[in-house]
């Protein structure tokens, strides 16, 4: 069967296991709803009380009926109620979601802008001391955790040039551009800088791979300038694998940035979801978990779909 | 002992190779309790004390010596980075061979599993655990563990499917190995090449994850050490005592990058296919 038919007809599958997963493992979660809701108030329910309560959350039913009627309210756009926002779920999901694109966004142009020139600069001067000098910044891009360097950002800037990081009140970009990137440029270099160092050393080898072979050998040797090889020739091969990476990342920077949010006082999807699972508020956590997940999914999708698009061997073969 | 010399004629094997082994060391120092002074000690007079000849990195906001629980904290990130890489490497072993031996209906359902599992972002997976387990050291290497294995399965069925068909393996069945003798022996010691460098790179990735979800508070829980919470710790206090963010941040960044480094040697040496494209 033809790959892209296949991936399109394992996605819904897929997704439906998701949605069996995140269900489920909500539901270990241990303690009832009511008491996690009430707290300890929850004691003074008669058992009256209790059914009622029970029946209006709909968990007074088999978890088979529950689940098809959270998944039939799911496909229509309705997640449930949040107890701790006291809204819709999607309401509140979709509020903090802008912030997540941005940084998303912001991050990726950011690892594009520097990986893809260091990588294929590097790569034109194999084995010399500038690319050394640029395979060890990478190296050190991806060893350091997206907290580290947050923090020593944060510290350098305090203690070297006696500024603090915008934070507090965050400011939509919509509302004051200039303000909102203020706030956003060190959370999204943070993110970017591993990024970055994830770019730099794919484009490298990728293009290092290319540079080797019979076709731009033949184009050497007929004489196309060396600009032209590289830029003409070489380059838009050795974009596929950068493709590849960059949109897996970024599907994983939809997910929400917990550890930088949390550091940035950012309101994003991450934070949310943090927040969530600590304050036990499960149809959030449902609802958001399915939420990334879905995202996640689709750009890994639309990965998939560029990738044969660029790359006619996968179109017509198989896996 | 070949692979060990491979490792020591690769540049950044050597350097990778090097700084793993001291931190191992530092691990079992840790462990055993000989560190400088008592980690969980807490010096009242010499509350927030810059490092000096007595305190080598400083002491921390309750007088406890910081050198102290970084070695401990070390050990504690490499408890839970083995325990989790090798719960996830056995798990992803079993399941990889059940998919490549048995086929059919097996392969189908292990792998769709494993698809949802890789579904989710690896940080939302390991946080959705914490929330069923509650949070603590053995929960992270759980969860952890359960990001990895889908990982493992998929290095370990794609070279099991092709080894499967190969003619050693048919001759072993003529033979009449047992299948779990042709799969322990036959798969198995042909795997061992991608399996060393996934679980080099693993590792880079459960200290990073480890000290990722204890830095939120969802790791490892005070007054144990680990590298996370030291920094968590650290944050309201840098401008003060900036000892505190820079020792563990740095022994964090060295750490991952010893394991990046020998991960990147051993593919280089394991697989000569990619000897020249890896930075």
């Known amino acids: ?319 | 002992m070949q692979l060990l010399r491979a490792i020591f004629s690769h540049s950044s094997g050597r350097i990778g190779g090097a700084i793993v082994g001291l931190y191992i060391i530092i691990a079992i120092l840790g462990l055993l309790g000989i560190t400088p002074h008592d980690p969980l000690m807490q010096f009242r007079v010499d509350r927030l004390h810059a490092p000096d000849a007595t305190y080598w990195m400083g002491t921390d906001l309750f007088g406890r010596d910081v050198a102290s629980r970084l070695m401990l904290g070390i050990s504690q990130s490499f408890i839970v980075a083995f325990a989790s890489v090798a719960l996830a490497a056995v798990a992803g072993i079993v399941l990889g061979l059940a998919a490549a031996w048995f086929g059919g209906w097996w392969d189908g359902t292990i792998m769709r599993f494993m698809d949802v599992l890789l579904a989710f972002p690896a940080i939302l997976l390991a946080l959705l655990i914490i929330a069923i387990v509650g949070p603590g050291t053995w929960t992270s290497v759980m969860a952890i563990a359960i990001v990895y294995t889908p990982i493992f399965t998929r290095v370990v069925r794609g070279p099991a499917l092709s080894l499967k068909t190969r003619d050693f393996v048919d001759a072993a069945r003529t033979f009449g190995s047992s299948r779990n003798y042709i799969l322990t022996r036959h798969l198995m010691l042909n795997l061992v090449a991608p399996l060393t460098v996934q679980v080099t790179l693993a590792l880079a990735w459960g200290l990073l994850t480890e000290a990722g979800l204890s830095f939120l508070g969802l790791g490892t829980q005070p007054p144990a050490s680990s590298l996370g919470l030291m920094l968590a710790d650290s944050r309201n206090l840098m401008e003060m005592a900036p000892w505190l963010l820079i020792f563990p941040g740095i022994a964090i960044m060295i750490g991952i990058l010893g394991f990046n480094l020998l991960g990147d040697a051993l593919r280089d040496i394991l697989d000569p296919k990619t000897r020249r494209s890896v930075a």
């Open chain 1, 1 to 319: 069967m033809n790959y892209l038919a296949r991936r399109l007809m394992t996605f819904p599958l897929v997704m439906l296991g998701v949605s069996i997963l995140v269900f489920v493992s909500i539901r270990l979660v241990p303690g009832d709803a009511i008491t996690a809701m009430l707290g300890t108030e929850a004691g003074l329910l008669t058992p009256d009380q209790r059914a009622a309560l029970e029946a209006y959350f709909g968990i007074d039913q088999g978890w088979f009926t529950q689940y098809w009627r959270w998944l039939a309210g799911a496909v229509q756009g309705d997640l449930g109620v949040s107890v701790t926002f006291g809204k819709p779920v999607l309401d509140v999901i979709l509020e903090r979601f802008p912030l997540t694109l941005e940084l998303a966004l912001l991050s990726m142009v950011i690892a594009l802008a520097i990986g893809l020139p260091a990588g294929i600069f590097a790569a034109t001067r194999n084995e010399k001391p500038s690319d050394l000098a640029v395979r060890i910044f990478a190296m050190i891009g991806q060893s350091t955790p997206n907290f580290v360097f947050a923090l020593l950002a944060i510290y350098v800037l305090s203690v070297g040039f006696g500024v603090l990081p915008a934070m507090g009140e965050f400011t939509p970009f919509l509302e004051n551009p200039l303000r909102n990137l203020g706030q956003m440029i060190l959370p999204a270099l943070t993110l970017g800088f591993a990024f970055a160092a994830a770019v730099t050393r794919i484009s490298r080898s990728a293009m290092l791979d290319i540079l080797s072979d019979d076709y731009i050998r033949t184009a050497r040797a007929k004489g196309v300038p060396a600009r032209k090889v590289i830029w003409r020739h070489a380059l838009p091969n050795a974009l596929i694998p950068v493709v590849t990476l960059s949109g897996v990342e970024f599907g994983y920077l939809l997910g929400g940035a917990v550890i930088v949010e949390q550091i940035f006082a950012l309101p994003g999807l991450g934070r949310m979801v943090l927040d969530a699972i600590l304050q036990r508020d499960y149809a959030l956590v449902q609802g958001s978990v399915l939420f990334i997940a879905l995202n996640f999914m689709i750009v890994n999708l639309l990965v998939d779909l560029a990738y044969a698009v660029l790359d006619p061997r996968i179109r017509l073969g198989g896996k």
